[in-house]
């Protein structure tokens, strides 16, 4: 199986193989503090002080249409302790991205990830709705050197163009 899109993941419904019901919907993705790798499942519910998650080893398969997890598991709940696995993400998403020649290379729309690991491969860069449809979006490798400025830019350095299934 290849690398999933964050967007392709929120708003899924989850569901529990056996016995068969309906657990939430994702309404997010928790990253580990270093943005390397999803380690659970934000659901919607719960309210904000206690917000309810699902470790993504308990996912059994992430469908196009659901995501089943094997067993009922206990629903963990996080409150203001799962604002650091949210950070990664926010820090990047919606951030033009420019490289050391000045080049605009897009704003990052989306994160790629392994569903089986939660390695994240990288980041999607839109460069515009009709630039993204003509040549898709732009694929920017995680382990490119990224340096958060100020007024929401970041510097990309040290990066070679690659697609998320050359990772």
């Known amino acids: 199986m290849g690398y999933l899109r964050r967007q392709a993941v929120i708003g899924l ?3 529990v193989k056996e016995p068969f019901s309906f657990v939430g919907r994702v309404e997010d993705l928790l990253l580990n503090r270093k943005g390397e790798r ?28 659901a995501i089943l997890v094997r067993k009922r598991v206990a629903m963990k709940t996080g409150g203001k302790k799962l ?33 089986r690991t939660g390695r994240v491969a990288g980041y999607a860069l ?15 490798p995680r382990e490119a050197s990224l340096a958060l400025g100020k007024e929401d830019i970041l510097l990309v350095r040290r990066m070679k163009e690659v697609s998320p299934e050359e990772t």
């Open 13 to 15: 419904p989850v569901y």
């Open 83 to 115: 604002e650091p696995l949210l950070e990664p993400a926010r820090k990047l998403l919606g951030r033009r991205a420019l490289d050391e020649g000045g080049r605009d290379l897009g704003t990052v729309d989306d994160i790629f990830f392994h569903p």
């Open 126 to 140: 839109s460069r515009g709705i009709l630039a993204d449809l003509l040549a898709g979006p732009f694929f920017l």
């Open 38 to 65: 999803v380690v659970a499942l934000l659901l919607d519910g719960g309210g904000l002080l206690a917000r309810r998650f699902l470790p993504r080893e308990e996912v059994l398969a992430f469908g196009p249409d």
